[in-house]
């Protein structure tokens, strides 16, 4: 039996048809739609095909199309439910920096406010204790004054009794009297002698007041420049190291020194002695005006041998400077610095529990790069004076800087 005719009007009808499961027929042809047009992306008859408007397109069953553009559609689900299963986990992540970002700054505001408190409570207990001397040096010469003031009264009172006659006596002729008051006179006590006269001495207190207090203060600052020194057993053959230890220049020529599985062969570094593993550290390095330069810290077991790439998964956390101006973070991409104020002396800080490693410009504190990771070995300190520079003048060593308190 023939099927009936459905009466499609274009796209529409198609549509219609496809949504209700039926083959639906060709408005022109009369034919069933049974297949599909790739590039016009609608169902065809098989004259539509072969001679029609879609002749010289590629045509296949529409179960065929069916099944490709199922495929199609499973592929792109496939990518949104993966691109939704990303965008949740990093809306997740971002909640988790929140309420970390809330909880951390809370903290530093906390360890802030205590710092602070403490540096106040310290200025207010030496402010109070030398108040107190001052107060006390005063009474005492106040005291002393009280004293030497009234004797002086005293003695003041008792010279007068003894000039009131004798400047009586010297308006009479009568010898008698002139001899009564002489002998009385004669009589009297002989000169006094003063004591010195006391004064308050203010001179105990000159002096730098602020910088005497700041000297005192170190009793309660828990982190100060430390003065660390170079591990001379690893530095390499180019490398001379001071008599204190705390200065290393290169060389042309190589130290007559014995080749050990420590020492540096390729690289010009010198790992610092004091082992960090535990606590918060700071030192500084002078670094005067030289234009290359290598400095940071590295776990004890890296290797020492041949070239070396700063980077942190090799245990190294580094900062460089190249050509005088280039100041690189040596992370797992470098990262290039913009530092306006060239410093002279770096300062190096690690949080070992935290997980830091920051480095500052130490003559303006300002900070130039911090490294956040977790440390998993004991680290050394790092540094690299790099090669002699024959064009540039000046000192080209690097100097572990000193606190003189």
């Avoid at 609608?42 to 002749?55: E, T």
């Avoid at 203010?202 to 005497?212: D, I, R, S, T």
């Avoid at 913009?338 to 300062?347: A, F, L, S, T, W």
């Amino acid at each position: 039996m023939e099927e009936e005719d459905v009466p499609l009007r274009g796209m529409e009808e198609e549509d219609g048809g496809g949504a209700r499961g039926e083959v639906g027929r060709c408005a022109e042809h009369g034919k069933k739609l049974a297949y599909f047009c790739r590039p016009d992306k609608q169902r065809v008859c098989s004259k539509c095909a072969i001679v029609g408007r879609h002749r010289g397109h590629t045509v296949v069953p529409v179960e065929e199309a069916l099944s490709e553009l199922k495929e199609l559609l499973s592929a792109h689900l496939i990518e949104l439910e993966a691109e939704s299963s990303e965008q949740t986990s990093r809306f997740e992540d971002i909640e988790r920096n929140m309420t970390a970002a809330q909880e951390e700054a809370e903290k530093l505001q906390q360890q802030v406010q205590e710092d602070f408190a403490t540096l106040r409570s310290f200025l207010d207990s030496e402010e109070k204790v030398l108040m107190v001397w001052i107060d006390t040096e005063k009474q005492h010469a106040l005291q002393e004054l009280e004293r030497l003031k009234a004797e002086c009264l005293q003695r003041t009172k008792h010279l007068s009794l003894l000039v009131g006659p004798l400047k009586a006596v010297l308006q009479t002729t009568d010898l008698s009297d002139v001899l009564k008051v002489l002998n009385i006179s004669s009589d009297g006590p002989c000169e006094t002698v003063n004591e010195p006269i006391v004064r308050f001495e203010a001179e105990k207190f000159c002096g730098p007041l602020q910088y005497k207090v700041w000297k005192r203060m170190f009793q309660i600052i828990l982190t100060v420049p430390e003065t660390y020194t170079f591990d001379h057993s690893t530095a390499h053959p180019h490398l001379e190291i001071s008599t204190n230890r705390r200065s290393v220049i290169p060389r042309h020529e190589a130290l007559p020194v014995d080749y050990t599985d420590g020492r540096f062969d390729g690289c010009l570094c010198v790992l610092g002695a004091e082992a960090i593993s535990m606590g918060k550290h700071y030192w500084e390095v002078t670094v005067n005006k030289k234009s290359k330069w290598d400095l940071g810290v590295a776990y004890s077991s890296v290797t020492r041998h041949g070239n070396i790439i700063y980077r942190p998964s090799r245990g190294f956390w580094c900062l460089t400077l190249r050509d005088g101006y280039r100041y690189e973070v040596c992370d797992e991409h470098d990262i290039q610095l913009e530092v306006q104020h060239k410093p002279h002396r770096i300062g190096i800080y690690v949080d070992y529990e935290g997980g830091l490693v920051s480095f500052f410009n130490a003559e303006m504190m300002q900070i130039l790069h911090v490294f956040r990771t977790r440390f998993t070995d004991q680290l050394l300190p790092l540094y690299s004076p790099c090669s002699m520079e024959e064009a540039v003048p000046g000192d080209q060593r690097l100097t572990i800087f000193k606190l003189n308190v």
